[in-house]
């Protein structure tokens, strides 16, 4: 599960609206009540950046190659209690939570937390899985070739790309 930057207001906008329209959240101003939770997922954003940049980091001071690097973030997202992967859902959702109680642009808050968090994680989750689709359709495309192949990975990187940005997701 990956949260691209160009989703984030996108993600706000239907998490508002959605507990808004429930009756889970009375908001007074819904583009301000917004802004707060696109300052979640970018702070999230930021983290994960952050924990990249480690990784990337301490691979280098250790000379490792990049096939390692998967194991090492997720060491050090480990070690910060970091989510990655699902748990990220409940995480945002939590956060999310947390910023409606103290949003000025939230009037009240009447919905079940456990029931608000499911209803984020839904939204969420239809917005982060974005990467396995396009997964499966850069693998449809290229079936043709052999997976493992110098050729499979340059052109399952270019297909990548093209459909990235064909989705706005760059």
């Known amino acids: 599960m990956k949260l691209y930057a160009t989703k984030i207001p996108v993600i706000a906008a239907e998490l508002i609206r959605r507990l808004k329209d429930d009756g889970d959240i009375e908001v007074n101003d819904p583009k ?3 802004l707060d939770v696109e300052a979640v997922l970018k702070e999230y954003l930021r983290l994960d950046r952050e924990m990249t940049e480690q990784a990337k980091d301490l691979m280098e001071r250790r000379r ?4 390692q690097f998967g194991k090492i973030k997720r060491e050090l997202c480990d070690k910060r209690d970091f989510p990655t992967g699902e748990e990220s859902l409940l995480y945002l959702a939590n956060q999310t939570l947390e ?3 103290h949003s000025l642009h939230v ?9 608000m968090r499911k209803k984020m994680s839904v939204v969420l989750k239809k917005h982060m899985q974005v990467d396995a689709d396009i997964d499966r359709e850069v693998r449809r495309r290229i079936k043709n070739l052999e997976e493992g192949t110098a050729s499979w990975e340059v052109e399952y990187g270019r297909v990548m790309e093209n459909l990235r940005q064909q989705k706005k997701l760059v």
């Open 64 to 67: 490792l190659p990049y096939e």
């Open 107 to 115: 009037e009240e808050v009447f919905g079940d937390d456990g029931e």
């Open 99 to 101: 910023a409606f109680m």
């Open 32 to 34: 301000e009540a917004q």
